[in-house]
């Protein structure tokens, strides 16, 4: 697990995260546009492979690959259409101690702790690439193992919403998990199970739980309205629960804090779950939600660098920002472009276009965005997904981005995006491709309990925690079992990185570190399909 990863991690990330907070009073340029699922033209593309890495890149290939890893990770009874063979069923008893039907959900990354903040982020996140990039994804034909990928998430989530108030919040705890080191087939450690209530509020759970419900109510509205339909129900009353009991849910789960604490607050997920839900239902109370308490909530306040399964803001700015083009919306005006001018710093932060040095956001030699030395590829792939997000919002309305250092149209800030995603797909200083099972060079010993021991299918032999350690953790091969589609933690400020099973902070994969590839990798695909039937049609 590593959220911002561990002990270590969460104490830099309060640190980082309350600097960034306190600089709230920023004057950024605003525009304007609206964001449709049209495809950039083939001319767009030819652009891009001219001002990135002319390393050619298997989009299909990584696209095929990243969904393949929420497999991995699943907890449950694993379906009849399972891909990757070497896991079996586990976490079968969860929540029987509290006479609850937990089974099911995902893993968030090497160990067996199910944490609900960053489960829901995942689904939140691979729901709005659905929505974003439906098409692609279909045609790239990947639309069903995304829905797959989703629906596992949000099947858990409607079984751990036991009642209107009451939330399950995780399943097993981080330090009892860190004891042992066992495949998730065979696991000894306690599966306790925590909830948020409301005698013990979690609005920060309850409201990224609500936004990932309603993201996803959207991606399945045709294909299957009832499921839709109760998705939506579920986040309506998870949302006014959140809403109305009123607390950080780590106050309430103290075993979450060493793993997941909130360090933002719970505020920027009232706004996130109050947007997602105006998507789903169109219902203004959703919008005035946003609207009204958009200076309390910090919603145009914060000028944040970096988005993530604690830290929405930047997310909530953007998705404020695209709402501006619609003509109903224009009695809001006021508010949405304050949103708007947050969102533009975020984007100007990436494309290191603020007037303040200090405001950009770091990169390593080889041009990898930086944040922190734990798990750093979290930030890179959510702000690649962010940026692939506004350029076609540009786009669409023919307009540009216009940062303190000079303007910058939608062609350069998708070929930005693009640049991130080649680095993690292997153009970087150590050719490493960092999505693990892609390319010829990917990390070999990952920091994931399953995958480094001998499958439980292939043997069946049991493997207890100090074992565990013993005889696999401390292992100089590599691991038995390939994590196709994760992206590991990534290299550190210099773009070096160690490929060794205890260098967690770099090795750890985790299931919101993939979950905003999956749409751009579509994106990037399809856009080079067309430049290749542009260049054949000009023979």
């Given at each position: 697990m590593v959220g911002l990863g561990g002990k270590e991690g969460t104490m830099e990330k309060k640190m980082m995260v309350k600097k960034q907070l306190n600089n709230n009073h920023q004057n950024i340029p605003r525009f304007a546009s609206h964001s449709t699922l049209l495809l950039f033209s083939a001319a767009v593309f030819a652009i891009l492979t001219t001002t990135t890495a002319a390393q050619p890149f298997d989009y299909?290939?990584?696209?095929?690959?990243?969904?393949?890893?929420?497999?991995?990770?699943?907890?449950?009874?694993?379906?009849?259409?399972?891909?990757?063979?070497?896991?079996?069923?586990?976490?079968?008893?969860?929540?029987?101690?509290?006479?609850?039907?937990?089974?099911?959900?995902?893993?968030?990354?090497?160990?067996?702790?199910?944490?609900?903040?960053?489960?829901?982020?995942?689904?939140?996140?691979?729901?709005?690439?659905?929505?974003?990039?439906?098409?692609?994804?279909?045609?790239?034909?990947?639309?069903?193992?995304?829905?797959?990928?989703?629906?596992?998430?949000?099947?858990?989530?409607?079984?751990?919403?036991?009642?209107?108030?009451?939330?399950?919040?995780?399943?097993?705890?981080?330090?009892?998990?860190?004891?042992?080191?066992?495949?998730?087939?065979?696991?000894?450690?306690?599966?306790?199970?925590?909830?948020?209530?409301?005698?013990?509020?979690?609005?920060?759970?309850?409201?990224?739980?609500?936004?990932?419900?309603a993201a996803a109510s959207i991606v399945f509205k045709k294909t299957n309205p009832h499921y839709s339909h109760l998705l939506l129900h579920h986040a309506q009353e998870l949302f006014e629960f959140g809403d109305k009991y009123r607390g950080k849910y780590d106050g309430s789960v103290a075993v979450v804090k060493n793993y997941y604490a909130s360090v933002s607050g719970y505020m920027d997920e009232l706004l996130w779950a109050a947007l997602w839900l105006y998507e789903a239902t169109d219902r203004e109370e959703y919008l005035r939600y946003v609207v009204n308490n958009a200076d309390a909530f910090g919603g145009i306040g914060w000028a944040i660098t970096?988005?993530?399964?604690?830290?929405?803001y930047a997310g909530v700015q953007i998705m404020a920002s695209k709402l501006l083009e619609k003509e109903k919306h224009k009695q809001h005006a006021h508010i949405l472009k304050q949103y708007r001018s947050k969102a533009e710093y975020y984007l100007c932060s990436c494309l290191n276009k603020n007037n303040d040095t200090t405001t950009n956001i770091d990169r390593t030699p080889g041009g990898l965005l930086y944040i922190r030395q734990w798990n750093n590829m979290q930030y890179v792939t959510t702000a690649a997904f962010l940026l692939t997000i506004y350029s076609e919002f540009l786009q669409d309305s023919n307009q540009n981005l216009r940062c303190p250092t000079g303007t910058v149209d939608h062609e350069e800030?998708?070929?930005?995006?693009?640049?991130?995603?080649?680095?993690?797909?292997?153009?970087?200083?150590?050719?490493?491709?960092?999505?693990?099972?892609?390319?010829?060079?990917?990390?070999?010993?990952?920091?994931?309990?399953?995958?480094?021991?001998?499958s439980y299918r292939e043997n069946k032999g049991f493997i207890g925690c100090t074992q565990g350690y013993d005889h696999w953790y401390n292992r100089a091969e590599v691991n038995p079992n390939v994590l196709v589609g994760a992206v590991v933690g990534g290299p550190d400020s210099e773009d070096n990185f160690c490929d060794q099973r205890d260098n967690y902070m770099q090795t750890e994969a985790c299931t919101y570190n993939t979950a905003p590839l999956v749409g751009v990798l579509a994106k990037l695909l399809q856009l080079e399909e067309n430049h290749e039937l542009e260049l054949f049609a000009s023979y």
């Open positions: 299909a290939d990584a696209l095929t690959k990243s969904l393949l890893y929420f497999e991995s990770q699943r907890s449950g009874r694993l379906p009849y259409n399972q891909r990757v063979t070497w896991r079996d069923h586990s976490g079968l008893t969860d929540g029987l101690e509290q006479g609850v039907d937990l089974v099911g959900g995902y893993y968030d990354a090497g160990d067996h702790v199910k944490f609900g903040l960053p489960m829901a982020f995942t689904v939140t996140m691979l729901s709005w690439g659905t929505i974003e990039f439906h098409e692609e994804i279909a045609i790239a034909g990947e639309l069903e193992h995304a829905l797959e990928a989703i629906k596992w998430g949000t099947d858990f989530f409607i079984k751990a919403h036991t009642s209107p108030n009451v939330l399950w919040a995780e399943v097993g705890d981080g330090d009892t998990d860190h004891y042992c080191w066992q495949r998730p087939e065979d696991m000894t450690t306690s599966r306790q199970a925590y909830k948020i209530d409301q005698s013990n509020p979690g609005s920060d759970l309850a409201g990224e739980t609500a936004a990932a419900m970096e988005f993530s399964w604690d830290v929405k800030i998708l070929s930005f995006a693009k640049s991130q995603v080649d680095y993690v797909l292997g153009s970087n200083p150590m050719n490493m491709s960092y999505l693990v099972g892609y390319g010829s060079k990917y990390p070999t010993k990952v920091h994931h309990r399953g995958a480094s021991i001998v």
